[in-house]
C-alpha cells in the first residue's frame, strides 16, 4: 500500500544517489589531516546511511511481497530474482567480500577500511547500495535526466578549480606543487584525470543528441542550441583538465572509451541503413580509403586551426596576456574539427552508413600503432617522432612502457603481488599473543587476505628493489592494477567475481544496444570476451616468461574480444528489428563508454571513492535504463494492437508528418507509463510538472554551492574581486551556477510539449534562483559564523574548544546537507500523495529503533571518524610547536572518538616519546611521558599487529629508552625488549632491511657497552642476512664496517667502509654522508692508528671521481689528509673545495691552521678573515690573526685581535699574556702593567714568579719614564 511516507522515502532515496553523485567528487575537508578520500568516503556512507532507512520504512510502509502471488514459493522468487541482469554477479561479489572480510589477517581494517583509505567492505558495500537502490528506483526519464544534468553540472567546478590552480589562482594554500599537474577536488592529478573521464562520456553523447535535435526539431531547436553550447563549453573544461593533469592511465582510458563509443555510434547508422547485408569487399575497401580524405580534411582544417591561434596569439601578446601552447590547441581543435565534421558530412547526407564504423576501426588501429610508436624506441622512425614525445602531453603518453620510475614500481608490486596469491608460508609471528601465524593460509589463494589488508601482507613479500625506485620502508597499500588487487585482497574467487560482474556488464549493455539479435549472437559475444580475456592474459606470459603483466593482458583482451565481436556482427549483420532510435541508446552508449574508461585506467591506477560511487551508479543506471526500454517497449508493442483497431473504425483529420511522429511518440509515451504505473504500484511514472522539474534541478544545484562553501570559505577567507584567488572562487561558483541554469532552463524548452501545465518562463527563473541561492546563502552565513568564532586559549579546555569549533563545523554540514535531501524529496512528491493515508499507523513501533540505529552508524563510524581526523591535525599542530599536553589533550580526544583506528595511537605515542626526550621538563615528568608513551604504543600494535611498522616502533622505541636510560640493568633489559620487536617485525617484513640493521645495531651497543664477541658476532650475522637480502644498500655497509672496527678486524673493515662509500642514491643512500658524519674522525683514527690512514684515502678519492664536483667529498680527503700528517695534499684537497664554493668554517679553519702551522701568513691571514665574517666573535681565529700580526710587526692590529678575543673571553691566559707583551712592545707601560695583573691572576701557578718578575719589570721603567 502506498502511503505518503513511502512516497517520501522513496524520493529521499532519489535525493541520496544525487547527493552522493554531487558529494563524493566535489567534497573536501582542510581541517582535517586526511582531507580527501576517508572525507569523501564518510559522507558517502552517511548519505547512504539515510537511504537505507529510507528504503526499509518505504518497504514496510508498501508491505513487502503483498503483490506476490501467494502461490509462488520463496524459493522460486529467489531464483527469479537472481535472473534478473547483474543481481546474481553483484550478489556473489557481496558473498565473497563478507567471506574475505571474516577471514582476513585484519578483519577490522577489511570492515571499516585502512586509516589511509578508508575502503573497505563497509565502504564497498556503500557503493553497492547505490547501485541497487537506483537500478530499482530509477523509473522515468526526468530522473534519469536530473541524474545525468548533476553529473555533467558537478563536473565543471572541479574542472575549473583545476584550471584555476594550473595558473596559480588558487584560494587555498596547499603544501604541495598543484600548478604543473592539477589535483583539484581530488587531491591527486590522476585521480581527478580518472574522474573525468567519467563525465566525458556522458557530456559527448548529451552534445549528440543536441545537435540531433538541432537538425531534426524545429520548434525546439534554440533549447537544444543552448544546451549545445553548454556541453561544448563543460567538455573543454573537462579534457582540458584531464590534460592539465598529465596522467598517461586516465589519458588511456578516455582513449580507449572514445574509440568504443566512436565505434558503436557510427555502428548505429549501420543498424538504420536501407540494406542491413553483410559487407561487399568493395565497402570495406572504400571504408579504408576514406583515410585518405578524412587526413586531408583534417590536414587543412589543422593548418586554418594554426593560423587562426597565430593570429590570436599575437593579437594576446599585444595585451600582455599569454596562455601557454594556444598554438598546439589551435592545431588540435582545427584537426578534430575537419576530422569529426567529415563524418558528420556522411551521416547526415546518408553516404557511407554501411562502413563509416569501419572507417573508425581502421582510424583507431592507427591512433593505436601511433601510441605504440611513441612508446618503441631504437626504431628508424625515431628521428621524425622523436619531436612529437617532446610535444606537451604527448611526452605523458610516450612514456607508457616505461621500465623505470613509477613504471618499474608498478612492475615490482604486480610480481611482488603474485607471491602473496601463490602458496606460501603462513604471515604472522610464532609464539606472539596478537600477530599469530595465519590459520587459514592455505585458503589465501582462493579468499584472499581481505579488504584493505594488503598493506599489512604485502611487507611479507616486499621486493627489496622497490627501495631503490620509492620510498623505502614504505609498503604498498594498492598494486595500482585492479585485477591484481582482487586477487590478493578478495582471493582467485574474488578475481573471478569481479571479471563475473565486468563481463555482465559488457554483456547487458551491447544486448539493450541491440547488437545481440539472438542465441547464437549471445554465445558468440560471452565466448569472445572470456577468449579475449584469456588470449590477453596468456600474450604475455608468452613473451615475458611470466605472469607479471597478465593483470594488463586480460582487460584488454576482454575489451579486444568486446570489439572484435562488434566488427563481426557490423561486417555480417543482417536486419534489425528496431525501426527507431531508442530514447535511452545514446545514454547507454555513453555508460558503456564511461565504463570501459574506467575499466582501461584502474589496471594503471587504483580506484578512488569518485570512481567507485560513479562506476557502481553508472552500473545502476544502465540496469534502470535497461529495465524502463522494456516496460515502454512492452507497453508500445501492445499500443501498435490498438491504434491498428483504432484505424478501422475512425479516420483522424491529417496532420504534418513531424508533429504525428512527435506527438505519437509523445503518447506512446504517456500511455507506456500509465500502463507501468498500473501493472506496478511502485512504478509511478506520472511526468513531472515543470516546476518539479526547475525546483529539483534548482535544490540540486544548492547541494553543489554548499559544498563549494565548505570546501573554500575558511577563517582566514577574505573576498575581493581585486584579490585575483579570491576572485577565482566568486567566478567559479557564477560559472557553476550559469550552466546549471543554462541546462536546466534550456533542457525545460526542449521538453514543454510534454509539460502537465503552462511554462511560465519568469517563475521559472525565478524558481530556480529561489532554490538553488537561498538555501546556500543560509549555510554560508552560518557556515561563517560557525567557523569564525573565536576562542581564548589559555587552558587545555580552551584548546579542545578551539578545535571543537572546526570538528562542529563539519556537523553543521551535514545538517545542511540532510535537510537538503529531506526538501528535495517533499519537492518531488509535491502534489503526488492526494488521497494517500500519510502512515501505516501499526507498524509506529519500528521506526524509531531503525532512526537510532542509522544514526548510531551515521555518527560514531562517519562523522566521528572525521572530527577525530580534526583532532588529530590540531594536535600535530601544537606538536609541532612543542606545546606537549595540548597535543596530547587533542590526540586523546581523536582516540576517544575513534579507539579503532591505530594510527591515532601512534600519534599519541609520538607526543609522549617527544615530550620525553625535552629536557625543559624533570626527570620525573620525562619517566611518566616514557611510560605513558610506551603503553599507548603497545596499545596500537595490539588494534592492528599485523602491521609491521607498529612491531618496529616498539622496538624503535625501547631502543631509544636504552640509550637515555641511566640504570644499567634497566639498559640491557629494554635493548634485549628492542631485539625482540626488531625480530618480529623481521618476521612480518622479512626483507625490510631497516628492521635488520636496527636489531643488529642493538647488538653493537649491547656488545660495546658490555664488550661482549658474542653480541658483535650476532650484529656481523644480522647484517650479513641484511645484505643478502639488499646488497646496495650504504647503511648496511656502513654498519658493518663500524662493526668490524669495534671487534679490531681491519681488513673486514675496510672492505665494508669501501662498499660503503661505493654508494650514492636515493634507494641505496648516501654512502659518503653516512661515512663522514659526526664518527667520521673516530673512524679516520681507527684506520690511522692501524697503519691504514692510506687505504681509507684512496676509498675516498674513488668517491672523488664519481663526484667531481662536490666539495665535500674533497674537504673530507683533505680533512684525512690532515689527520695521516700529509699537509701538502690536505692543502691541494681544501684548494679544490673552496674553489668549488666550499665557504662552511671547518673548511676555512682547518687550511688556515695548517698554512699558519707553516707560517704561511699570507695564505692564512684571509681564511681567517672570512672565519670572523662568518661569525665576529670567532676566537680562534681572532686569536690566529693576533699572533700573526703580531709575528709580521703589525702590533696595533695584534692588541686589536686579542682584545676581541677578551670580550668573549675576558680570563683567556693566552691572550692577557699576549696583550701584555704587546702594549710593553708599544711603549705603552700602564696598559701592560693593567693587563699583565689580570694575566698573573689567570695564569697557572708555576708560571707565577715570572709575572711577578715582568710586573716588577713594568713598575721600574714606569717609575723611571715618570
Not at 585502512?114 to 557503493?127: A, D, E, I, K, V
Not at 662552511?1144 to 681567517?1168: H, K, M, V
Request: charged content about 15%; glycine content about 6%; aromatic content about 12%.
Amino acid at each position: 500500500m502506498q502511503t505518503k511516507l513511502s512516497i517520501f522515502c522513496s524520493k529521499i532515496v532519489e535525493a541520496g544517489w544525487l547527493a552522493a553523485i554531487v558529494t563524493v567528487p566535489l567534497f573536501f575537508n582542510i581541517y582535517s589531516a586526511r582531507t580527501f578520500e576517508p572525507d569523501k568516503i564518510t559522507m558517502l556512507r552517511a548519505i547512504v546511511s539515510v537511504m537505507i532507512l529510507a528504503w526499509l520504512v518505504m518497504v514496510v510502509e508498501q508491505g513487502f511481497g503483498t503483490t506476490e502471488d501467494d502461490s509462488t514459493s520463496f524459493s522460486d522468487r529467489f531464483l527469479a530474482w537472481l535472473k534478473l541482469p547483474l543481481v546474481l554477479p553483484t550478489l556473489v561479489l557481496v558473498i565473497i567480500y563478507i567471506i574475505s572480510t571474516i577471514l582476513s589477517i585484519s578483519p577490522q581494517v577489511s570492515l571499516w577500511g585502512s586509516y589511509q583509505r578508508l575502503q573497505g567492505t563497509y565502504s564497498m558495500l556503500s557503493y553497492i547500495v547505490v547501485f541497487a537502490l537506483m537500478a530499482g528506483q530509477i523509473r522515468t526519464q526526468e530522473q534519469v535526466d536530473r541524474l545525468v544534468n548533476l553529473v555533467i553540472i558537478t563536473s565543471v567546478p572541479i574542472g575549473l578549480y583545476g584550471i584555476i590552480q594550473r595558473y596559480g589562482l588558487d584560494p587555498l594554500p596547499w603544501a604541495g606543487d598543484v600548478t604543473r599537474r592539477v589535483a583539484a577536488n581530488m587531491g591527486n592529478a590522476i585521480f581527478v584525470a580518472s574522474y573525468l573521464i567519467m563525465t566525458v562520456p556522458l557530456t559527448i553523447t548529451r552534445l549528440i543528441r543536441s545537435m540531433i535535435a538541432i537538425i531534426k526539431d524545429e520548434e525546439t531547436s534554440w533549447g537544444h542550441t543552448i544546451l549545445a553550447a553548454v556541453y561544448i563549453f563543460a567538455l573543454a573544461i573537462q579534457i582540458i583538465t584531464i590534460l592539465f593533469s598529465q596522467s598517461r592511465g586516465p589519458m588511456l582510458g578516455i582513449m580507449g572509451a572514445s574509440f568504443v563509443m566512436g565505434l558503436l555510434l557510427l555502428l548505429i547508422p549501420r543498424q538504420y541503413a536501407a540494406d542491413t547485408g553483410r559487407l561487399s569487399l568493395k565497402e570495406i575497401a572504400l571504408a579504408i580509403g576514406f583515410i585518405l580524405p578524412l587526413g586531408v580534411a583534417s590536414g587543412l582544417t589543422a593548418g586554418l586551426g594554426y593560423a587562426i591561434s597565430l593570429g590570436l596569439q599575437r593579437l594576446l601578446m599585444a595585451f600582455n596576456y599569454q596562455i601557454e601552447g594556444i598554438s598546439l590547441a589551435g592545431v588540435a581543435l582545427g584537426a578534430l574539427l575537419g576530422f569529426f565534421g567529415s563524418y558528420t558530412y556522411m551521416i547526415s547526407t546518408q553516404k557511407g552508413w554501411r562502413w563509416l564504423w569501419l572507417n573508425w576501426l581502421s582510424i583507431s588501429v592507427l591512433a593505436i600503432s601511433f601510441v605504440l610508436a611513441l612508446n618503441i624506441r631504437g626504431t628508424t622512425f625515431d628521428p621524425f617522432l622523436e619531436p612529437i614525445r617532446e610535444l606537451p602531453y604527448f611526452s605523458r603518453l610516450a612514456q607508457v612502457t616505461e621500465t623505470s620510475s613509477t613504471g618499474r614500481v608498478r612492475i615490482l608490486i604486480w610480481e611482488a603481488a603474485l607471491e602473496l596469491v601463490k602458496p606460501h608460508q603462513p604471515l604472522g609471528i610464532d609464539d606472539d599473543a596478537f600477530a599469530q601465524k595465519d590459520s587459514v593460509n592455505s585458503l589465501r589463494p582462493l579468499i584472499g587476505y581481505g579488504p584493505e589488508s594488503m598493506f599489512n601482507a604485502f611487507a611479507f613479500v616486499y621486493p627489496p628493489e622497490l627501495a631503490h625506485v620509492e620510498v623505502r620502508g614504505s609498503s604498498a597499500d594498492r598494486s595500482h592494477n585492479e585485477t591484481m588487487d582482487s586477487l590478493v585482497i578478495t582471493g582467485i574467487l574474488g578475481f573471478l567475481a569481479f571479471y563475473f560482474m565486468i563481463i555482465s556488464l559488457l554483456y547487458y549493455a551491447v544486448r539493450w544496444l541491440g547488437w545481440i539479435p539472438n542465441k547464437a549472437a549471445q554465445y558468440r559475444l560471452i565466448a569472445f570476451l572470456i577468449v579475449g580475456g584469456i588470449i590477453g592474459a596468456v600474450i604475455p606470459y608468452i613473451i615475458e616468461g611470466q605472469f607479471t603483466f597478465m593483470p594488463l593482458g586480460l582487460p584488454f583482451g576482454v575489451i579486444t574480444g568486446l570489439i572484435i565481436y562488434l566488427a563481426w556482427q557490423g561486417i555480417v549483420m543482417h536486419g534489425f528489428a528496431g525501426s527507431q532510435l531508442s530514447t535511452y541508446n545514446l545514454l547507454t552508449i555513453a555508460l558503456l563508454g564511461a565504463i570501459i574508461g574506467h575499466f582501461i585506467e584502474v589496471h594503471f591506477v587504483f580506484s578512488i571513492a569518485a570512481t567507485y560511487i560513479y562506476f557502481w551508479a553508472y552500473a545502476g543506471l544502465l540496469l534502470a535504463i535497461g529495465r524502463i526500454e522494456s516496460v515502454e517497449s512492452t507497453a508500445d508493442n501492445d499500443l501498435v494492437v490498438a491504434a491498428e483497431a483504432e484505424v478501422v473504425e475512425t479516420v483522424s483529420e491529417p496532420v504534418s508528418k513531424s508533429k504525428r511522429s512527435r506527438k505519437g511518440r509523445t503518447r506512446r509515451r504517456k500511455t507506456a507509463t500509465a500502463s507501468t504505473s498500473d501493472a506496478s504500484p511502485s512504478f509511478s511514472t506520472r511526468p513531472e510538472s515543470w516546476k518539479m522539474w526547475v525546483g529539483s534541478q534548482g535544490l540540486a544545484m544548492a547541494i553543489i554551492l554548499i559544498i563549494l562553501a565548505f570546501d573554500f570559505i575558511t577563517p582566514q577567507f577574505e573576498f575581493s574581486l581585486s584579490n585575483e584567488k579570491s576572485a577565482s572562487l566568486f567566478w567559479m561558483v557564477i560559472i557553476t551556477w550559469l550552466v546549471g541554469f543554462a541546462i536546466v532552463l534550456a533542457g525545460l524548452a526542449t521538453r514543454s510539449d510534454t509539460l502537465r501545465s503552462q511554462l511560465n518562463w519568469v517563475w521559472a527563473v525565478v524558481l530556480y534562483s529561489a532554490t538553488s541561492l537561498l538555501y546556500f546563502l543560509i549555510y554560508t552565513i552560518i557556515h561563517g559564523w560557525q567557523f569564525g568564532r573565536r576562542v581564548t586559549v589559555n587552558s587545555i579546555e580552551d584548546v579542545l574548544r578551539a578545535s571543537g569549533i572546526l570538528a562542529n563545523g563539519l556537523v553543521v554540514f551535514y545538517v545542511f546537507l540532510f535537510l537538503l535531501m529531506g526538501v528535495i524529496a517533499v519537492f518531488l512528491m509535491w502534489g503526488r500523495t492526494r488521497g494517500l493515508p500519510s502512515w501505516r499507523s501499526e507498524n509506529w513501533w519500528l521506526y524509531p529503533p531503525l532512526v537510532l540505529a542509522m544514526l548510531t552508524v551515521i555518527w560514531f563510524k562517519n562523522i566521528d571518524v572525521v572530527r577525530a581526523d580534526i583532532f588529530l591535525k590540531e594536535g600535530e599542530r601544537y606538536r609541532s610547536n612543542r606545546q606537549w599536553s595540548e597535543a596530547i589533550a587533542l590526540h586523546e580526544k581523536a582516540i576517544s572518538l575513534d579507539s579503532d583506528e591505530d594510527f591515532y595511537y601512534l600519534m599519541l605515542a609520538l607526543d609522549y616519546q617527544l615530550m620525553a626526550q625535552d629536557s625543559r621538563l624533570d626527570a620525573d615528568q620525562r619517566n611518566l611521558a616514557w611510560g605513558s608513551g610506551e603503553n599507548t604504543a603497545l596499545t596500537a600494535r595490539e588494534i592492528n599487529p599485523y602491521n609491521p611498522d607498529n612491531t618496529g616502533n616498539m622496538g624503535r622505541y625501547y631502543f631509544t629508552l636504552a640509550q637515555i636510560s641511566a640504570d644499567k640493568q634497566r639498559r640491557d633489559n629494554y635493548f634485549n625488549d628492542a631485539i625482540s620487536y626488531f625480530e618480529k617485525s623481521t618476521e612480518l617484513a622479512p626483507s625490510n632491511v631497516i628492521y635488520h640493521n636496527l636489531w643488529a645495531q642493538t647488538y653493537y651497543i649491547l656488545a660495546s657497552e658490555n664488550n661482549d664477541a658474542k653480541s658483535y658476532d650476532a650484529a656481523i650475522d644480522r647484517l650479513q642476512t641484511s645484505i643478502s637480502i639488499d646488497p646496495n644498500y650504504s647503511p648496511t655497509w656502513l654498519l658493518m664496517g663500524d662493526t668490524y672496527a669495534a671487534m679490531g678486524d681491519v681488513d673486514q673493515a675496510l672492505h665494508a667502509h669501501s662498499q660503503a662509500l661505493k654508494y650514492n642514491s636515493r634507494g641505496s643512500g648516501d654512502g659518503f654522508a653516512g661515512f663522514a658524519d659526526q664518527f667520521f674522525d673516530q673512524r679516520l683514527n681507527f684506520y690511522i692508528s692501524a697503519g691504514r690512514g692510506s687505504d681509507i684515502i684512496a676509498a675516498l678519492q674513488q668517491v672523488a671521481l664519481e663526484r667531481l664536483d662536490d666539495p665535500d667529498v674533497y674537504w673530507a680527503i683533505g680533512h684525512a689528509y690532515n689527520k695521516n700528517d700529509n699537509s701538502e695534499k690536505a692543502i691541494e684537497y681544501f684548494e679544490r673545495a673552496l674553489a668549488l664554493g666550499d665557504t662552511s668554517a671547518d673548511t676555512l679553519r682547518e687550511l688556515a691552521n695548517i698554512y699558519l702551522g707553516q707560517s704561511a701568513f699570507e695564505q692564512a691571514s684571509p681564511l681567517y678573515e672570512q672565519l670572523i665574517q662568518i661569525n665576529p666573535g670567532d676566537v680562534e681565529a681572532h686569536s690566529a690573526l693576533a699572533f700573526m700580526y703580531a709575528q709580521q710587526g703589525q702590533l696595533d692590529k695584534a692588541i686589536e685581535h686579542n682584545q676581541m678575543v677578551l670580550q668573549q673571553m675576558p680570563n683567556d691566559y693566552d691572550s692577557l699574556k699576549n696583550l701584555a707583551i704587546l702594549y710593553k712592545q708599544q711603549g705603552q707601560l700602564q696598559q701592560a702593567f693593567d693587563v699583565a695583573q689580570q694575566a698573573q691572576a689567570a695564569a697557572p701557578e708555576n708560571e707565577q714568579p715570572s709575572w711577578e718578575q715582568f710586573i716588577a719589570d713594568l713598575e721600574s721603567q714606569i717609575a723611571e719614564s715618570s
